[in-house]
């Protein structure tokens, strides 16, 4: 199956960069791209792309606030695409706040060109881009930073787990993979996956990204703590 992506940044150079690097790979199609936020939910709701690449600074519409949009739209607009957050160390404030609107993921704009294909595939196919240890100290960090939203709330929402996905969704947050798990845990992955997906619903979570903020807003995980 094509992946089909759109490129959301305000710099030229950086989308025709992007898009002929992407357009090179057999299983991804560039179906269009946007200078701003607010072009970029216009293009994204015509050609229904798979895979949003969003810059964060933005003129006339940040990145932030038209992945807000995009994944949480009006009722008449059924198409959520992956939005896959683009960014410098400089913002990564916005960046938290866009994985808790519900974003994928996201990705330092000076990555290795082999890193950015990675990532719209690791996107497009459901996982949260979540495995780089930068990504789990920026998410820790803020939440360390800022007062905890809903904290009660969250504590009683987690009541609804079982022993085994609480502990699942804690290795989760701690940026193991599934497989990782599943040694840990001494299970088949098939198995990992099936408490993830229950954990989700459980939670009302979108996806990995938000069970991973999920679980720090909650107090089940402590900013600092050590991965694996």
Do not use: C, W
């Amino acid at each position: 199956m094509t992946i089909r992506v759109i490129i959301v940044d305000d710099q030229a150079m950086v989308r025709a960069g992007f898009a002929a690097l992407l357009s090179a790979q057999a299983d991804i199609d560039v179906v269009g791209e946007a200078p701003d936020g607010r072009q970029g939910i216009e293009v994204s709701r015509s050609v229904h792309p798979d895979v949003v690449l969003m810059d964060v600074r933005m003129p006339e519409m940040d990145g932030l606030a038209a992945a807000r949009e995009l994944l949480n739209p009006p009722v008449a607009v059924v198409h959520l695409p992956k939005v896959l957050m683009l960014t410098t160390f400089d913002v990564d404030d916005y960046v938290y706040e866009a994985l808790r609107a519900g974003a994928s993921g996201f990705l330092l704009k000076d990555a290795p060109p082999a890193d950015l294909i990675a990532a719209v595939r690791i996107v497009a196919s459901g996982e949260a881009l979540l495995a780089p240890s930068v990504t789990r100290r920026l998410i820790a960090d803020f939440a360390q930073q800022r007062p905890a939203r809903g904290r009660k709330d969250h504590s009683l929402r987690l009541r609804g787990l079982t022993p085994r996905e609480t502990e699942v969704l804690e290795l989760i947050a701690r940026g193991l993979s599934n497989q990782e798990i599943a040694d840990r845990l001494v299970v088949a992955e098939q198995t990992v996956k099936t408490h993830i997906g229950r954990v989700l619903s459980k939670l009302s979570l979108r996806d990995r990204a938000q069970a991973v903020i999920f679980a720090y807003e909650s107090g089940l995980v402590a900013p600092g703590d050590a991965s694996a």
